[in-house]
T-cell receptor, first 113, second 113 residues
Framework: DGGITQSPKYLFRKEGQNVTLSCEQN?????MYWYRQDPGQGLRLIYY???????QKGDIAEGYSVSREKKESFPLTVTSAQKNPTAFYLC????????????FGPGTRLTVT | SQKIEQNSEALNIQEGKTATLTCNYT??????LQWYRQDPGRGPVFLLL?????KEKRKERLKVTFDTTLKQSLFHITASQPADSATYLC????????????FGAGTILRVKS
């Protein structure tokens, strides 16, 4: 099956710990994205990547880091520097054209206490 | 400032009626708009794309309009069914935003039988 997967579905961490969210796609898409979704707000872009070994900051990159060592994988690390990490995190992939739709993963709900 | 606004209140309609959802934007010049459906706890799924030079786009029971003068897109679901109940997100691509997608917060649609 072609698609985009995220794991785990739910993640619980203590404040002060770094945590890494996984995102894998087998759609052969060049572009990958990480969004954060909070209640009552639109999806906000954290980081995106259009090619292996290259990525750009989105609107809310502070406290997050990413890597793109393989085309299929785009993990997101939520560091202890992120002030409000509890949120629903969505990974997406798509083509390089600005007209291309984005394919979203099922999301990871992170709770930090 | 730049804004995308969707009805924050849920839209409740009776089965069989037409649901109309609104997406208004300010201080953007989008080349196109996309509409996505999101079910609770899941990632958004792409529905339709409409370009700035298209007035209307249809797909089965779905219809999208795009009025660049009013800076508004309308999303219609005809003969609505309870299975259409979900949150609907609009997203626009704008050169002012580096050709990345900007998402609205979404409108919850509830179709009652």
């Amino acid at each position: 099956d072609g698609g985009i997967t995220q794991s785990p579905k739910y993640l619980f961490r203590k404040e002060g710990q770094n945590v890494t969210l996984s995102c894998e796609q087998n759609l052969n898409h060049d572009a990958m994205y990480w969004y954060r979704q909070d209640p009552g707000q639109g999806l906000r872009l954290i980081y995106y990547s259009q090619i292996v070994n290259d990525f750009q900051k989105g609107d809310i990159a502070e406290g997050y880091s990413v890597s793109r060592e393989k085309k299929e994988s785009f993990p997101l690390t939520v560091t202890s520097a992120q002030k409000n990490p509890t949120a629903f995190y969505l990974c997406a992939s798509g083509g390089l054209s600005s007209l291309d739709e984005q394919y979203f993963g099922p999301g990871t709900r992170l709770t930090v206490t | 400032s730049q804004k995308i606004e969707q009805n924050s209140e849920a839209l409740n309609i009776q089965e069989g009626k037409t649901a109309t959802l609104t997406c208004n934007y300010t201080n953007y010049s989008p080349a196109y708009l996309q509409w996505y459906r999101q079910d609770p706890g899941r990632g958004p799924v792409f529905l339709l794309l409409i370009r700035e030079n298209e007035k209307e786009k249809r797909k089965e029971r779905l219809k999208v309009t795009f009025d660049t003068t009013l800076k508004q897109s309308l999303f219609h679901i005809t003969a609505s069914q309870p299975a259409d109940s979900a949150t609907y997100l609009c997203a626009l691509e704008s050169w002012e935003y580096g050709n990345k997608l900007v998402f609205g917060a979404g409108t919850i649609l509830r179709v009652k039988s």
